[in-house]
């Protein structure tokens, strides 16, 4: 074992991992474009992005640039009585970026728990400032926003955090939409919605990505949102996975017809490089803390609040986005994914091909059941890992979500190393 492993085993605590079971972790050198090299010699094709995050392939030079001559200027200052023009400008592409005239203002934090958190707060807090206090959510069954208490509360409940869930306040939850049942959960949504008790829903759009990749349809996304817009409960969209490309548009909103109160932005959001989350909402929601009253305001920050190396990552992240390279590869990637999809639908082992966007999910037909502690999950990760590839299975569930910057050549060896594992398990 190298001495930097002996001391990551002495000295740290890794997130998500059994650290009395777990395999050494790699032992990362470089990060370069879509490959991680590790100490031993090795290369991965970083399939899933680092954890989702990472756009344009590390060390993008535009990135790198942006945060380099920011750093020159103004490193991080205090967002409480102070701005910065990197903070601004961020505000404002993202308001342009999004929906026209939809959304009005943008506050900052620092990742998508926290960019949540901020969203649960609003919602709650508009109902309370305006004096007609509505207390209960609607989220959907499957769904993940974080692993701050709040989030944790309007997620699935389980083994993941069954240790805290006491302190959770209640949730309301739709079962997930498929064709079947469709129907059934807009007249379910309706019935809660008419109590008049709902503050918000919140949905990840289009695709839950912690429950396994899961998609559903936007159409009935529509419904849903038209139906509590009907009633004034308040939309939440958590964007924080599907936004930046991801689903093949800018944001997963841009596939639907209608739009949500409040967005979560984070991950993509930097190009994936440093840690900011933004939470945007409109002026109906912004003018219910404005006030003579000071306890009117959201009364919420957090240290690192649109800290100006974030930001200014995260406007370069936009100029590669105003970028025709960037669409075109983004378009390639949902083209070749769709072609792999058609080869691989009817492999006896695997259940099902979903693909959204930029996204390759293929779940597999396990006897022990979809558990993100299935056995399968190791085998795959430990087979993906000898095979130079980084995935990490969500339980059965094999997924790549990777950086825009995959060559071709790579997605096909990704994609080859799939098939052999598909005709071995
Ligand atoms: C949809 C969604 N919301 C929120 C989060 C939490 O983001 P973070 O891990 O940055 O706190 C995640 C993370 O995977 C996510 O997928």
Known sequence: MSELLKKDREYVWHPFTQMQTVDAPLEIIKAEGTLLHTADGKSYIDCNSSWWVNVHGH??????????????????????????????????????????????????????????EVALKMVFQYWFNIAQPRKR????????????????????????NRPFEHFFFDVDQLAFPTSINEVQLLQQAEELFQTNEFAALIVEPLIQGSAGMRTYSSQWLDQLVNL???????????????????????????????????????????????????????????????????????????SFTGNALACAAACASIDLFEQEETWKKIDRIC???????????????????????????????????????????????RYFLEKGLLIRPLGNVIFINPPYSITSEELKTVYQVILDFLKII
């Open 137 to 160: 959510i609607l989220a959907l069954d499957g769904g993940y926003h974080g692993d701050t208490f709040g989030a944790m509360a309007i997620g699935q409940r389980g083994y993941f």
């Open 228 to 302: 509590a817009r009907k009633y004034e409960v308040l939309v939440i969209f958590d964007e924080v996975m599907t936004a930046w490309g991801r689903t093949g548009k800018l944001f997963a909103m841009n596939h639907c017809n209608s739009s949500p109160d409040v967005v979560c932005l984070s991950k993509g959001l930097t190009g994936g490089v440093l840690p900011l989350g933004l939470t945007v909402t409109t002026n109906t929601i912004y003018n219910a803390f404005l006030s003579e009253e000071k306890t009117k305001a959201l009364l919420h920050g957090h």
């Open 335 to 381: 083209q070749e994914h769709k072609l792999f999809a058609e080869q691989i639908t009817n492999y006896s082992n695997v259940h099902e091909v979903r693909i959204c966007g930029t996204i390759l999910a293929i779940e597999l037909k396990t006897p022990n059941g979809n558990s993100y502690f299935s056995d399968i999950r190791d085998k795959a990760y």
């Open 59 to 116: 060390g993008h030079p535009h990135i790198a640039q942006a945060i380099n001559k920011q750093f020159s200027t103004i490193d991080h200052v205090i967002f409480a009585g102070a701005t910065h023009p990197k903070a601004v400008e961020l505000a404002e592409r993202v308001i342009h970026l999004l929906p026209e005239n939809q959304f009005h203002k943008v506050f900052f934090s620092d990742d998508g728990s926290t960019a949540v």
